[in-house]
């Protein structure tokens, strides 16, 4: 089975606080994903990558940034955290032309 | 902008009920429509879909599509308390791997 791992399954942070939250897959998928999830909102992709050091905007980009050095990790960073950024953050991968995705756990992130 | 919509939010049955769960979609380039069931943690593929009028079947669940409606149903039978989740719709355009989600609903079976 395929397997998408975020490091951390729960994080607190300051406001302002830099911080990264790791996705690793161990299928060699060429496609990760970062969505957050919010009730009433639904899954919202903030960023996407195609392959190693390529990254595309999703549609909520805003305060985030990724990095993609390896093809199988994908690091979703918030260069300043701020309170509005508390959420559940999914990542994903599949490969191309894959049928669906497959999910990591999802870190659930407070920023007090 | 693609959109999915999902109804009801949130629904609450007694375990042996029957449910639909409701997705409409509008996409540019429509490829595939995606159930995805989540519990506590990952959300959990269930069925895609890419014809009308073709039904999907797992179990006691099911689901088809209808693309000159522009939506989808997922059907659950003789409902179990396992079946306690957010069910999510996706849509998927061609040209693009992207999802779009709709906003999920959230099923309650009391035993």
């Known amino acids: 089975d395929v397997k998408v791992t975020q490091s951390s399954r729960y994080l607190v942070k300051r406001t302002g606080e830099k911080v990264f939250l790791e996705c690793v897959q161990d299928m060699d998928h060429e496609n990760m994903f970062w969505y957050r999830q919010d009730p009433g909102l639904g899954l919202r992709l903030i960023y996407f990558s195609y392959d190693v050091k390529m990254k595309e905007k999703g549609d909520i980009p805003e305060g985030y940034s990724v990095s993609r050095e390896k093809k199988e990790r994908f690091s979703l960073i918030l260069e300043s955290a701020s309170t509005n950024q508390t959420s559940m953050y999914l990542c994903a991968s599949s490969f191309e032309g894959a049928k669906f995705y497959t999910f990591g756990s999802g870190t659930r992130l407070t920023v007090v | 902008e693609d959109k999915v919509v999902q109804s009801p939010l949130s629904l609450v049955v007694h375990e042996g009920d029957t449910v639909t769960l409701n997705c409409s979609y509008e996409v540019t380039n429509f490829r595939s429509l995606l159930w995805y069931k989540q519990e506590k943690k990952a959300p959990t593929f269930l069925f895609m879909l890419t014809s009308s009028g073709i039904e999907k079947k797992s179990g006691r669940l099911s689901s088809i599509l209808d693309k000159k409606e522009l939506f989808s149903i997922l059907n659950i039978t003789a409902t179990q308390t396992g079946d306690s989740a957010v069910y999510l719709c996706?849509?998927?355009?061609?040209?693009?791997?992207?999802?779009?989600f709709g906003t999920g609903t959230r099923l309650t079976i009391i035993p």
């Open positions: 996706a849509s998927r355009d061609f040209g693009n791997e992207k999802l779009t």
